[in-house]
């Protein structure tokens, strides 16, 4: 009732009104951010060279897979559901790690993880390993993958834990929405390194100079790295706990180190059987693989049953001995999964658009700094995360949630008409309005719910869907690709239009479903939010 008669008084100020204070509450916000502890800002430094290393690995991988490894566009779309979609596994898995190890151990092991997992890639392109599904080249590029798939699982989390650990309630949902939009930045970025060091460096690492990128992106880790060995020290990260203490007291005029800790010892859980399903899951995924490209001789839907069946059972085991898990909330389930629809367009950002852009435009300028135009969404949403997050502070989450995704996904119809730059660059604008409306916002919600020491678990959970959504999209991208927008050489024609006609309809029905689901879903999320 308090909330409906808030939202009445604010409809009842003038355009002009609501607009100022808006604006008011974004330069108040702004200003306290900008005063939070230096330990925050070690978190947001490495976030943005991060954001160029990852984004900019996602961009180049299909084409690396396809060119130098020699792989079909299908397996490189397998290839892009393992690491995507296993690094949100890895996040489910590992989450719960990064809240035991504490924010700044976790970030230096992940980070030293994801080095060596980086400087095994570039190593794969360097020497002659020869090529194809199988060979000795793959197999080193996948043990690289492979271990920064595991390092950023248990990355993300940590980094998220400490954006709640360094700010105040009022200056929270500016930290989460900047260091969203600070991975934006760092990503915008690869757009410029990647296409100068690819041509720089093509004579020197045939056919195209794609592994001197993944050398310069091994070296950025590195650097990231040293800035948290140096910057987040036990001495900086204990000055922000106690500076972020004394400004929630003056804020709420609670004392939260008063609150007493239950001293009840946790119940030891076995994971063991959870480790085994999980190491079963992985195999029959790589199983599945291998069938689908006539490596293994065996029945594919059979194979597909048990790899259903065994991801299944996984998380069975992972929910059964924790009760108070919020995936056994069914309103949390159903708002965290009607998403993954219009989740699909994050994915096609490194799935699809890098080839659309390669071989739709191809022989103009937008194909050959295909790097720079796959990363102008980023840029978009490093300046427009932090303002709408200002602008739409104090607006239902739900709300937001709806007039987020309908803007992002309805502009997917405009590329459904055809290649052209005008039509893209809009789709571009569009979409990152939308993405900047729900997505930190949704992240925020997630960390606030979580009770105290388990947000890098909840972070984690609440990353499921996006697992899915990453590992699904990965499978049938590949066959899109490979039949709307084939390889110039092969001289057939392209068909992007039916694809993203395909792709916008996919997207738009999380709006329909969060619209049909609203009164049960906005009552749950009020229970959740007292």
């Known amino acids: ?8 008084a604010v409809e009842k100020k003038t355009l002009k009104q609501a607009v100022q204070d808006a604006f008011k509450e974004l330069g108040d916000t702004f200003v306290a951010f900008v005063n939070a502890p230096k330990a925050l800002w070690a978190i947001n430094i490495p976030y943005i060279i991060e954001g160029l290393v990852y984004f900019g690995i996602l961009t180049i991988l299909g084409k690396f897979c396809s060119e130098n490894v020699g792989l079909t566009d ?5 290839i892009y559901s393992f690491v995507t979609g296993g690094i949100t596994f890895a996040m489910l898995i590992l989450g719960g790690v990064s809240d035991k190890l504490g924010v700044r151990l976790s970030l230096i092991v992940a980070f030293a993880v994801m080095f060596f997992g980086r400087a095994l890639v570039g190593l794969s392109g360097t020497i002659p390993l020869g090529s194809g599904l199988g060979s000795p080249m793959f197999f080193v590029m996948f043990g690289g993958l492979f271990l920064m798939v595991l390092g950023y699982g248990l990355y993300q989390p940590a980094s998220y834990a400490g954006v709640k650990r360094y700010t105040n309630p009022q200056t929270a949902a500016m930290g989460y929405a900047v260091i969203y939009g600070l991975m934006n930045l760092g990503a915008f970025f690869s757009g410029f390194i990647s296409p100068l060091v690819r041509h720089r460096f093509e004579s020197t690492f045939p056919p195209n100079g794609l592994p001197a990128v993944f050398w310069v992106y091994a070296g950025l880790t590195l650097l990231s790295l040293l800035i948290t060995v140096f910057i987040l020290t036990r001495k900086t990260d204990q000055q922000a706990v106690e500076q972020i ?11 939260e180190k008063a609150t007493p800790k239950s001293t009840e010892p946790e119940a030891k859980i076995n994971n063991i059987p959870l480790a085994i399903y999980a190491m079963v899951t992985l195999g029959l995924l790589f199983l599945v ?4 490209n006539d490596r293994v001789q065996f029945n594919l839907p059979l194979a ?19 009760p108070d ?9 159903a708002f965290i999964f009607m998403l993954i629809p219009v989740q699909t367009l994050f994915a096609h950002n490194w799935l699809t658009i890098p080839y659309y852009l390669d071989r739709a435009f191809h022989g103009s300028v937008v194909s050959q700094y295909f790097e720079l135009f796959s990363n102008i969404n980023p840029i978009l949403i490093f300046v427009l995360a932090p303002v709408v997050a200002g602008l739409t502070a104090s607006r239902n989450i739900y709300k937001m949630m709806i007039y987020g995704t309908l803007v992002m996904a309805a502009p997917t119809f405009l590329l459904a008409l055809g290649p052209n730059v005008v039509f893209f660059l809009a789709y571009i604008l569009i979409m990152s309005i939308g993405e900047a409306m729900w997505q930190p916002r949704f992240l925020q919600w997630i960390a606030e719910i979580a009770p105290e020491g ?18 699904l999209t990965g499978l049938y991208s590949g066959y899109f690709v490979e039949k709307y927008i084939p390889r110039p050489e092969t001289g057939l024609p392209i068909q992007s239009g039916k694809m993203w006609f395909i792709y916008g309809l ?3 029905s999380t709006t329909i479903f969060l619209v049909l689901a609203k009164g049960w879903m906005m009552k749950g999320m009020k229970q959740k939010a007292s």
Request: proline fraction near 4%.
């Open 289 to 292: 693989i291998m069938i689908r």
């Open 506 to 508: 996919i997207a738009i």
């Open 325 to 333: 898990h919020p995936f056994r909330d069914l309103r949390f389930v």
């Open 1 to 8: 009732m308090d909330e409906t008669k808030l939202e009445e």
């Open 245 to 255: 203490a004394r400004e929630t007291t003056e804020m709420t005029g609670e004392d």
């Open 74 to 78: 299908p397996q490189a779309g397998w």
């Open 304 to 322: 597909g049953v048990a790899l259903s069946a065994s991801f299944l059972l996984t998380i069975w085991e992972y929910l059964r001995h924790r």
């Open 454 to 471: 388990k947000t890098g678990a909840y972070m984690g959970i609440g990353q499921l869907p996006w697992f899915l959504t990453k590992v």
